[in-house]
């Protein structure tokens, strides 16, 4: 008979550090996108948007005016770069496992982002982009609770 204690045991002995490692991967990726990417230029003229949904209603308005790669990238792109930061958050963070706690994470995480955008010039400071990160990681928790709902170990 196969002990479960053991076999849990040395199961998270292996999960635990896979999740650390994926989520120090996402975190690099994620500051190489906001900072360092390939469309950053250091230099440029600091734009900001402080008004709620103007870009977003920009883009869904003038659709006709943009290809389908800059209105992907521009909106889903910035729900798709936070969702993973709901996941992985709660499973290497056990105490953050409500949603306002997520919430708050999310949307600190990327008001930061957006100001050492803005500070240092690569980039704009955006609410929408504050927004729509806060959003992905608000999927990124919801999917996170509902692999847990579903009884899947993490």
Not at 66 to 79: A, D, K, T
Not at 98 to 106: A, C, E, N
Not at 131 to 154: C, H, S
């Amino acid at each position: 008979m196969i002990n479960k204690s053991k076999t849990n045991t040395a199961l998270n002995r292996f999960f635990k550090p896979t999740v650390i490692t994926l989520f120090s991967l996402y975190l690099l990726i994620l500051m190489w996108e906001l900072f360092l990417g390939k469309y950053r230029s250091f230099g440029l003229v600091r734009n900001y948007n402080l008004t709620p949904f103007k870009t977003i209603m920009m883009y869904i308005n003038n659709y006709e005016h943009y290809n389908l790669h800059s209105l992907v990238i521009n909106l889903l792109g910035n729900i798709a770069a936070f969702a993973p930061l709901g996941f992985f958050v709660p499973i290497i963070f056990k105490r953050i496992n409500k949603l306002s706690s997520m919430l708050l994470i999310t949307m600190l995480t990327s008001t930061i982002a957006e100001i050492i955008q803005y500070i240092f010039q690569v980039g704009a400071l955006d609410i929408d982009d504050v927004i729509l990160n806060t959003l992905g990681g608000t999927i990124g928790f919801l999917i996170y609770k509902l692999v847990i709902k579903l009884k899947i170990k993490l």
